[in-house]
């Protein structure tokens, strides 16, 4: 017999992590875990205001299909029965998890992937004044990728420069979480071209996109907002060049694999991305990582504390996780 534990966990964040909307202390968490026959299964998401959740919202809409749950719900069944989103996220990676403890077989090899690699990922650093972006990108400078969080009302090209000239070397990817707009989007996009960027992320608001089409793109520009599932990617052609996959977004691991197959069919390249969460949120997502051009799984390295059993990291190396801590 099945049986679902709902819980909100909260972990402390190292610092403070801040972003075009906002800053915060905490990653607070939902944890959906799943017992049958021994074996437990775990997940976890991260209810996200900007798509409208709250973390009692998303422990509700887990709650209210516990009876489906414990009667036997699989994974092709939830698809239908949840929207996208985080509550969703939470439950298929829970049962992900139950079935590769449940049946021995780790969750890459029920995925089709033959080896499960360790990955290299990018190192956020939060929007600040341009001094303390550069002050914090210089500590991070050793690491190979940077992603840099930019979309202030002002001051993004001397931070843009800032940060350039305090990590020389590293790989950097401009995410502004929607806040620059159609005035200022070109004098931003030529600043990372001078200044060497990889990718720009989500430039403009996901319901003002289409103006990307309407311009010269000297960086490669990269979806977030704006997609989240299969049935987000047909509109951004000719918009952009890469799409992020999160497991929050696209409610889970199954819907994150379709939606990969879907995005490299119609030419896009991939990231594998996350919200702050800790190593439970970013163990399924590492197991498609391996097939993205980039890798955003540093949730637990923003962490003041992270989970027990978690994910071991070498720098910016993140190995897959061991089955005490899922798949």
Known sequence: MRKLTVSIDRFPIAGKFTIARGSRTEA????????EDGATGHGEC?????????VEGVAAAIEAIRPRIEEGLTREALQDLMPAGAARNAV????????????????????????WPPVTTAYTISLGSPEEMAEAAAKAAGRPILKVKFGAPDGDIERIRAVRRAAPQATLIADA??????????RHLAACAEDGYALVEQPLPAKADDFLGRISRPVPILADESVHDRASLDRLAGLYEVVNIKLDKTGGLTEALALADAAEAKGFSLMIGCMV???LAMAPAL???????FVDLDGPLLLA??????????????????PSLWG
């Open 287 to 293: 197991v498609h990582a391996p097939r993205a051009r």
């Open 28 to 35: 607070v968490v939902v944890t959906a875990t799943i017992t």
């Open 277 to 279: 969460g800790t190593s």
């Open 92 to 115: 298929d990676c829970a049962l992900w998890d139950l079935d590769a403890k449940r049946s021995g077989i780790r969750a890459h090899v029920t995925a089709g992937l033959n080896r």
């Open 46 to 54: 991260v209810p996200y205001p900007r798509y409208g959740e709250t």
């Open 305 to 322: 504390r992270d989970r027990e059993p978690g994910l071991k990291y070498e720098g910016s190396i993140v190995y897959p996780p061991e």
């Open 177 to 186: 979480n929607e806040g620059w707009t159609e005035e200022n989007l070109e």
